[in-house]
């Protein structure tokens, strides 16, 4: 069974530092998902990262997948409050034509001003 | 921008009562999903589709079922709705290419009281 694993679970951090937000998966997969939800709200998607090495940026977000260690990285540039939000990973897993996403635990990501 | 609808967007109803939780999209998709989520929690998939006629069960065992008449309509019911089905469900699409992300509805949140 894939397991998807964030962490931190908690981040509360001062505007204008940096920090990284980490997720472990269990099992082989090229394709990986960020997605940001306020509270309340839905999803939104940030980055899609699709091969080893691959690494995505927008504005103080960047994302990268190391696919042989089974790990992506959500690295946060000089944070703004605006940033704060829960950010969840998710794995893209296909097995015999199905195809499904497992989500991790989710990062509630607080910026203090 | 993502075209895909959910109503209601809140619901409090009692127990023993039967409800359809409406989902729809307007992008072709040949892929919907349904996810449930509690508060601040991760997100688990209950059922999928991959057209017409096509609905499987996801991960996460659910009382509920799906139907898939039409592309772009992927209903919810839930025959006898009980205080443990309380919590936000979230409707998504996907399409075919390898690149493309699952798109969220606003979700529904559901009170069964």
């Known amino acids: 069974e894939l397991k998807v694993e964030q962490n931190p679970l908690f981040l509360s951090m001062q505007e204008g530092k940096n920090y990284t937000i980490y997720c472990n998966y269990s099992t082989t997969s090229d394709r990986l998902y960020w997605y940001r939800q306020d509270p309340g709200k839905s999803l939104e998607s940030l980055f899609v990262?699709?091969?080893?090495?691959a690494v995505k940026q927008e504005g103080r977000l960047m994302a990268s997948l190391d696919t042989k260690a089974r790990l992506s990285t959500l690295h946060i540039t000089a944070a703004v409050h605006d940033l704060s939000a829960t950010y969840f990973c998710?794995?893209?897993?296909?097995?015999?034509?199905?195809?499904?996403?497992?989500f991790g635990t989710g990062t509630r990501l607080t910026i203090i001003p | 921008e993502a075209d895909i609808y959910q109503t209601p967007r809140y619901l409090v109803i009692g127990t023993g009562k039967k409800i359809t939780l409406e989902c729809s999209q307007t992008?072709?998709?040949?892929?919907m999903y349904w996810y449930q989520q509690d508060p601040g929690m991760e997100l688990h998939l209950i059922h999928y589709s991959y057209g017409v006629n096509s609905t499987e069960k996801g991960d996460l065992s659910s009382e509920s079922t799906v139907s898939r008449i039409r592309t772009e309509h992927f209903p919810l019911t839930l025959e006898s709705a009980r205080p443990s089905h309380t919590s936000q469900y979230l409707c998504?699409?996907?399409?075919?290419?390898?690149?493309?992300?699952?798109?969220f509805g606003p979700g529904t949140r559901l009170t069964v009281l």
């Open positions: 998710a794995v893209y897993i296909s097995n015999f034509g199905n195809e499904k996403l497992t």
């Open positions: 998504a699409s996907g399409g075919t290419l390898r690149t493309d992300t699952q798109y």
């Open positions: 990262l699709l091969s080893n090495g």
């Open positions: 992008m072709g998709h040949d892929k």
